[in-house]
């Protein structure tokens, strides 16, 4: 069974600083993998998601990840956070191969971006 | 959000009523998908459709959770006899077969007291 592991669980920092979300999965075959966000009050929204090709993938508002097989990581990154940035981010895997199936969670990270 | 409503989006019970929660989604899509959201334990999946019939339960923490889907369209989640550590947000989520991603309704809020 796969599992994710999301190395921090809060995360301060100040607007223009720079952003990187560790996370790590443990699954032997193929994974797609996604980051959601979770804005204050708000449902869960997908940023981005790897399926296979270029591992250096681009999301919305500004936010990239990139897949390192070997290291079974898929870490969250931004040049430069904003106060808006401020929510709690999700790290999934789905067992690839397959067009349905569950998502398996990390355990989130929120981060808190000061003024 | 995303062409998925659910309801109630708060509901609280006492311990050992039975309740249950409802996922109205949007026409067109192929799978939906239950997942908890709670303190203690993060996003958890639950189960998931494929028109009626359940290819995956297996996230379903006991037999006090069911779960069905008529007509390829609504889906409701009953837990029976409900048990405070059933305290949390229950998420639906859609998928539609050209979009290899899930679509997250807003949840229900559900408090056992």
């Known amino acids: 069974a796969q599992s994710v592991s999301q190395h921090n669980h809060h995360v301060i920092l100040s607007e223009a600083a720079s952003l990187e979300l560790g996370c790590n999965y443990s699954?032997?075959?193929?994974?797609?993998l996604f980051w959601y966000v979770q804005y204050p009050g708000q449902h869960l929204q997908l940023l981005l998601k790897y399926f296979s090709g270029d591992p250096l993938v681009k999301g919305i508002k500004g936010f990239e990840a990139e897949f390192i097989k070997s290291k079974f990581s898929f870490n969250l990154r931004k040049p430069s956070v904003q106060w808006s940035d401020t929510a709690e981010y999700f790290c999934?895997?789905?067992?690839?191969?397959?067009?349905?199936?569950?998502?398996?969670f990390g355990q989130g990270t929120i981060l808190t971006v000061h003024p | 959000g995303a062409g998925v409503s659910q309801s109630p989006s708060n509901k609280v019970t006492e311990k050992g009523k039975d309740v249950e929660l409802r996922c109205d989604p949007i026409s067109g899509h192929t799978a939906l998908y239950w997942y908890r959201q709670s303190l203690g334990q993060g996003l958890e999946f639950l189960i998931y459709f494929q028109g009626n019939s359940a290819p995956d339960k297996s996230g379903l923490p006991s037999d006090r959770f069911s779960a069905e889907r008529t007509g390829g369209s609504v889906s409701t989640l009953t837990i029976q006899r409900t048990q405070q550590e059933d305290s949390a947000v229950y998420l639906c989520a859609i998928q539609w077969s050209s979009y290899n991603e899930q679509f997250f309704g807003p949840g229900t809020r559900l408090t056992v007291l």
């Open positions: 999934a895997v789905k067992a690839g191969g397959t067009s349905y199936g569950k998502l398996t």
């Open positions: 699954y032997g075959g193929t994974v797609n």
